[in-house]
């Protein structure tokens, strides 16, 4: 019973992680979307190549997630 119970609990801290990850996913693609956003807006060469260099950052950050996750 106490060894259910313990691949139970395991399973649950699983599904949470993985649902840690995920919304850690989507706030890192909505930070995607405000530097491409701010990109659009800006005429700056220097900001743009900035946001341009965090999105490749973030998008990095975001691939390492999702192979953590399908692993």
Request: charged share 35%; glycine share 2%; aromatic share 8%.
């Amino acid at each position: 019973m106490a060894k259910e119970y313990e691949k139970n609990w395991e399973r649950v801290e699983l599904m949470k992680t993985q649902e840690q990850i995920c919304q850690k996913i989507k706030e890192l693609k909505n930070d995607t979307n405000l530097l491409k956003n701010m990109m659009k807006n800006s005429t700056d060469p220097e900001i743009k190549f900035d946001c341009i260099k965090s999105i490749f950052k973030i998008q990095r950050e975001i691939r390492l997630l999702q192979w953590v996750l399908e692993g």
